[in-house]
Structures are given as C-alpha cells and as structure tokens.
C-alpha cells in the first residue's frame, strides 16, 4: 500500500466489520458456532450503560436540548437536516466536519460510528416483510427478481425474534407477516377509536401496535420497559434492542470474540491465486498506522454505504473497480424510503379519557394500496404504510387559544382535545442512476478516498406521495376529525433522510446483474458475505433492520456449514 508501511497482525476464523445491527449480529452468530471472530469498529469504544443523557431532564441539559448555532452551521451541517440528531443524542453521531462525504445531489448520511453503530439510535421498529415484497420486482419488471422467497427467511424472522423480543399485536392484514411476538404495548383511547372508525369505512385496512424491538416481558437477564420515553439517548434497562444490551453479550460469553475499536476498515485484502478474501487493511483511528488482519472468511456489516465503500477502496488489477464487482452494478441503486407525508386533525370526545406514561411505540397502519384486487392502482407500483399516534394537546395550546387571566388558566387545567396524526413511509424503486463512487483525489483523514453519493425520487415515488397525502386527509374524514390538515414537505425531504438507505451491492440471481448471490455472498468471491443494507435488491416500505438481522442470521449459518464443508 503506497504512504503506509504496514504491520501484519494476527489470523482469525471471521472477520467482521461494523459492529451495528448487521454486525452484532454477525459476531453473535459466527462466535456461539465456533469461529474465532474479530470484530473490527471504526468508532469508539462504548460500554453499556454509560448514556450520559438518558435520565437528564430538558433544564439539566445546558442548551435545553437544543444544537448550538455554531454547532449546527460547523459541525453536524449534514445530519441536523434530518431532525435525528440534538443536544442530548449528539455524541451517538458522527461530526460531519470530521467524515465528509460529497452530495453530488443532496442526500443525508446519518451515521453513528461507535461500538453499537445506530443500534443506540435507531427507532425499534421492525415490521416484517411479506411474500408480496420479494415477489414484487419480478411480478412488476421494476429491478432484478430477488434470489429469495419470504419462505426462505421467515426461520430466520422467528429465530432472531425470539432472541431479541419484539412486541406488537397480530395484523390482520395482507400486506405484511406477523413476527413471533410479545404482548403488544396497548393502543390509547384515541387510536383505539380511530381503528374502529378505519377498519368500519375501509375495509381490508386496520391499525395496530407497530411491532417494536423493546420488551414488554423479561427475556435472558432483560427487564420489561418502563416507559420513560428517552430510547434515543440509550437504554441504561437494555430493555430494547442494542448490540449492547443483546447481540454483544451473547459473542462476549463463547470466549471467541475479538472487539477493536478505533479501526477504520480501509479494504478487504484479495488473493488473485485463489480467489478468495484473506483478511483486511484496518487504519488505526488514532496512530493512523495500516494494520493487516488475516481470516478464512470475511463479513461486511459496515452499514449500507459503508460496506460498499469498502468494497469500491478494495482494488485490484482481477477487480479495477471495486472488489466483486465484475457486474458494475457495486454502488448503484442506492434506495432509501420516502416520507414527510401525512395528515393530522382533532378528533371528537373522548375528554374523560386519559393516558401515563411515554409508551415507546408508535401506531401502524399497515400497507393497504396495491395488495391485490381493488386496492390495485393505475398512477404507481409498490406500496406505503403509517405510523403515528394519537394523543391530548398539552398545555402548550395555551399560546394560541384565546383569552386571559383566570378563565384561561382554569381552560389549560385539563389537557385538550385529542390529536391523531399518521406519517407515511414509502417504497423507492431501485434505480441505476442513483448511484455512489469514490473521488479520485480527495480522501479523508484515514487516507480513504471519499464517497460521492448521487441520488434523487422517482417518478413512481412522487405519485405514490399523492396518494399517501390523500389516503390520510380520506382516514382523518371518516373518523370525524375536524381541523385537518394534510401536508407533502417534499422539498424538506431527499434521499437518506429517512435513515434506511440500502442498495448499492444487491442480491440477484445472476452474476451479470447483481453483486451478491442469494446467501449474501459475493459471487466473485465465496468466502466474502455483505448482510448489510447494501444487499437489498428492492426496499419494500416496512422499516429495514429486522430483514438485516435475519438475512445476518442465515447468512452465517450458510457460511460456517460451507466452512465445514471445506467449500469457502
Ligand atoms: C434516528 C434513527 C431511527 C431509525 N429507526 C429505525 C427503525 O425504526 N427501524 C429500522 O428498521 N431502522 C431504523 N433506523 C435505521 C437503522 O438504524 C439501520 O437500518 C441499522 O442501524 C443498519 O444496521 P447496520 O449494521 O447496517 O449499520 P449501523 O448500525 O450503522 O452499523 C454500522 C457500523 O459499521 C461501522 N463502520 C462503518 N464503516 C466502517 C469501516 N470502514 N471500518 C470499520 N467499521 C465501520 C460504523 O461505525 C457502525 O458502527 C433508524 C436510524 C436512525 C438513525
Ligand atoms: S422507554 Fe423503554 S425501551 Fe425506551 S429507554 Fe425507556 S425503558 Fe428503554
């Protein structure tokens, strides 16, 4: 490597890189079968428990949990677009000053670089997909076919289900598979009502709990929630799922894991004689100094883009372009899902009915458009679902109600109406044009060329938006809410911003078209597997990370069953 010499360390089993969602649960899995495994993380070290801000009121945090003008202008410019990041979460992000990316057409990256990646972060929502979403490229022509069927990972659903806990209630609906599921976290008076007035005037849609990766029961040393509503900041019970509180234990326990932190993956090191991956380049985040560690396999869980600018920096004369990549497909069709769509209004009665406590979870409204039969329309392909919620207007009314003195004190004595709100998310069709590559000059602190990223809405994406404005205000009518107000913020919104970019190394059939093969292994190189984002071949709406988890899952049991086999 030119500008480094390089020390050469030690030989593991696995290698896996990102220790995130994806990667703890790689290091999980490939540790409790055996494998000396080495779990390699471009950020700090980061111990359970030691959330600084979790229990911290609004006034005991300096700026009232607000970011700082200069801090926001200089050093999150990126990621406070995106409203996931403040005073109280900021040290769970990365400093977009630090990590520069290029947005070749405006695209948010949020990233959390530590030990646990965006597993502190992340909103807990795991809906499963349904046979209809990995059916639907072939059925549609839209993208490549997927090399699975719901049939092939629903296991694999179960199995990590079970491990982590999820909550949430059976759906009732076409549209999506239920989960193996603890007791649901219960819908208020207002959603209550607002799911009977749905499931009356439309039939086929209802509204449940939305599945959650938070106990509502016990599981293997971990509490139920208790409802204190500050999830973002890192939960000290490690009552939802973290790599902290779930997958990193259960690898600690076998005795084979190997945690580094402070290692920026810089490439995957690839052997032209046989073909195969043999270990990686890691620059120390400190020392800078190039460190190679050797393995019989390697797994890539650096998040979506991360993996695939692993991949495109892991050149070679076989692989000029980036490692397995004889289709040219690596680093295009780059999908997020699309949202800032809804609609809220104040529903009637129901001022006898309160509610305690900060239920972690919001409401669903499962996907209900193109599901067959007369949900089928003409303007777009694929699908959207909701959440929301709906809850009593606080005290905060009181600056635009009108009146004074002591008539509007006794007014703001009890809470206000209720307000039901529902926010849509929906699919992004995969496209070649959206696409990320690495500049050929500029390269960060670690050395590492940086990452352009290109990447805008489609037209099936705007008219879906329509529908999904309009479907709200039509639910909103038929459970007699007044004050409606509907709303597209489309020119607030761009890809990332909903935070589950995927795409980028796909899974296909065909080594033509497609980077990955139908257990996430590279098709150019066997012992080399990607059980990130980056494998998605279309995005589906429901939220990614549990598909992560489970393809994570049978993946590794793919890999070491071919290891045995003497096959990698
Ligand atoms: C506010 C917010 C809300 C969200 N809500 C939901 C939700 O409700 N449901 C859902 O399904 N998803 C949600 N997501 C998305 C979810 O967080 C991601 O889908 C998930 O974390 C992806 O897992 P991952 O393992 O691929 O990446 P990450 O969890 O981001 O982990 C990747 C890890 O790889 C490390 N890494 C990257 N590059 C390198 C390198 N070169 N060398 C070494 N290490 C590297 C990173 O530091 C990081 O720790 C949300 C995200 C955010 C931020
Ligand atoms: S609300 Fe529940 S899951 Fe969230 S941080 Fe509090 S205890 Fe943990």
Not at 506 to 519: A, E, F, Q, T
Request: proline letters at 6%.
């Amino acid at each position: 490597m030119k500008g480094f010499s390089i020390i050469k360390k030690e030989t593991y089993d696995a290698i896996v890189v990102g220790s995130g969602v994806s990667g703890g649960w790689a290091a999980k899995e490939l540790t409790e079968k055996g494998l000396k495994t080495l779990l390699l993380e471009r950020g700090r070290a980061q111990e359970h428990g030691d959330y600084p801000t979790q229990s911290k009121r609004v006034w005991e945090l300096p700026n009232r949990g607000r970011m700082t003008p200069d801090e926001i202008e200089n050093v999150y410019p990126v990621q406070y677009r995106s409203g996931a990041i403040s005073e109280a979460t900021k040290h769970f992000h990365v400093k977009d000053s630090e990590q520069p990316y290029v947005e070749d057409k405006p695209f948010i990256w949020v990233r959390g670089d530590q030990v646990g990646g965006r597993s502190l972060i992340w909103g807990r929502g795991v809906p499963r997909w349904s046979p209809m979403d990995f059916e639907a490229p072939a059925k549609d022509g839209m993208g490549i076919d997927w090399p699975i069927r719901y049939d092939d990972i629903a296991p694999w659903y179960d199995y990590v289900e079970r491990f982590i806990g999820v909550n949430g209630e059976p759906m009732k609906s076409r549209a999506i598979k239920d989960g193996v599921f603890q007791k649901p976290m219960e819908l208020n008076a207002g959603e209550k009502y607002f799911r009977k007035c749905i499931e009356d005037s439309f039939p086929g849609r209802t509204m449940t709990i939305f599945p959650m990766a938070i106990l509502t029961e016990a599981l293997n040393g971990r509490p139920a929630c208790h409802y204190c509503g500050n999830c973002p900041r890192g939960c000290l019970t490690g009552s939802y799922f973290s790599t902290q509180s779930t997958t990193l234990p259960a690898a600690q326990a076998t005795g084979n894991l190997t945690l580094r932190p402070d290692s920026v993956v810089h490439s995957v090191i690839f052997d032209e004689q046989t073909d195969r991956a043999v270990g990686v380049r890691v620059i120390d985040h400190h020392s800078k100094e190039m460190i190679e560690f050797y393995s019989k396999v390697v797994f890539l869980c650096a998040s979506a883009l991360g993996s695939t600018q692993i991949l495109l920096n892991s050149k070679s004369p076989r692989f000029p372009d980036g490692l397995a990549n004889s289709s040219g497909t690596l680093g295009h069709y780059l999908m997020d899902h699309h949202f800032r769509v809804g609609g809220s209004g104040i529903l009637p009665g129901m001022e006898d009915k309160y509610y305690i406590g900060n239920r972690p979870a919001p409401t669903y409204i499962p996907r209900f458009r193109n599901v067959g039969g007369d949900t089928d329309r003409d303007d777009y392909i694929r699908g959207f679902h909701y959440g929301g919620g709906a809850s009593r207007i606080g005290w905060g009314r009181g600056s635009s109600e009108l009146g004074m003195g002591a008539e509007l004190k006794e007014k703001l004595r009890t809470p206000g109406p209720w307000r039901m709100s529902i926010n849509a998310f929906g699919e992004m069709l995969p496209n070649y044009d959206n696409h990320v590559y690495l500049d050929s000059e500029k390269t960060d602190q670690w050395g590492i060329p940086l990452l352009h990223v290109s990447a805008a809405f489609g037209e099936n994406e705007l008219a879906m938006r329509k529908d999904m404005k309009d479907s709200a205000g039509e639910m909103l009518e038929a459970a007699g809410a007044t004050d409606i107000s509907t709303y597209d913020a489309i020119s607030r919104t761009v890809p990332g911003d909903a935070i589950h970019e995927m795409g980028t190394a796909r899974m296909g059939r065909d080594p033509k078209d497609s980077v990955l093969n139908g257990w996430n292994q590279a098709h150019d190189v066997p012992n080399l597997f990607v059980t990130d984002g980056a494998c998605m071949t279309s995005s589906a709406c429901q939220n990614p990370s549990i598909t992560y988890m489970a393809l994570t899952a049978r993946a590794c049991d793919y890999a070491v069953e071919s290891m045995k086999r003497g096959e990698l």
